[in-house]
């Protein structure tokens, strides 16, 4: 039984599934519930995540689901149906969205909890590196990717070992249409770094030898640190990879001993590439 006391956030799924389609496809439920769900889940000092919207299940029995991070105090703090207060008052809402849908299934995720608080530390364990990055690009970001939050994300998991990336969303890549440029910063991955087969474990991994990773424990230093940046089309936030290869457009990379250095080497590079990003913000 997971203790939920050891999280700092819970992450909470409300679902709701129409085995008769009485709701109809409604593929924009995403879009019209994320404006309020957002700004309710931030005044009960909750953290709304995401929605999925008419996807179905192996058997094409269609559902809808929400996802919100729960502070751990603010989990604890239930009210007369055994749901925490917070949780409570945005399944209310949600019903209301969705009148004709009236079984609901409401549990905390321990995947997306114990994920968070992995990613989290990542985060942690990395500072000295990420935030010089967030201070100089954060600023530059263009077409919607502000609304996208830089993210630390472990991707696999070993014994004694988590790998990950951290990423952030810069803007559309002016040459080609529907796709992103991300900013992907790690360490620089030697194929000496690991044991006598790093570039199948790295295979293993799902990554090719010098992509930018985090590692928890963090390696010893001295690290050399990399930042790629790449043009894809990147499905949403699940990912900063292209699936295929062939879809793939630009990538770029930079290395150096110090964070702060390549923080500035590739903000001043990334203005020279694109010189949009020094104008005006559009949004998409």
Known sequence: MTDWQDFEWVVWRLEVQDPQQLAGEDPDLDERTQETMTELAASLGCVYELC?????????????????RVPTA??????????????????RYLAGQLP????????????RTVDHAASSAMRGAYDDLI?????????????????????????????????????????????????????????????????EEPAARLGHFGFTPHHPLLF???????????????????PGKSTSRAK???????AHQWTANDPVVLAERVTRDLKLLWPHLTGPARRN
């Open 52 to 68: 999925v919207d008419y996807h179905s299940y192996d058997d094409e029995t269609p559902y809808y689901a929400w996802w919100v």
């Open 74 to 91: 603010e989990h604890a703090r239930r009210g007369e149906n055994g749901l925490p207060v917070a949780v409570d008052r945005l399944h």
């Open 100 to 111: 004709d849908l009236p079984h609901w299934e409401i549990v905390p995720d321990q995947e």
């Open 131 to 195: 935030t010089p990055f967030e201070r100089a690009l954060m600023p530059l970001r263009r077409d919607g990717a502000d609304a996208l939050d830089p993210r630390a994300k472990v991707w696999k998991w070993e014994k004694d070992l988590l790998v990950g990336t951290f990423d952030l969303w810069l803007c559309n890549d002016p040459d080609r249409p529907h796709t992103w440029l991300v900013v992907t910063i790690g360490l620089w991955t030697e194929p000496q770094l690991f044991d």
């Open 216 to 234: 928890l424990p963090r390696p010893p230093a001295p690290s050399t640190f990399t930042a790629r940046v790449e043009s894809g089309v990147f």
């Open 244 to 250: 295929d290869d062939d879809a793939l457009g630009t």
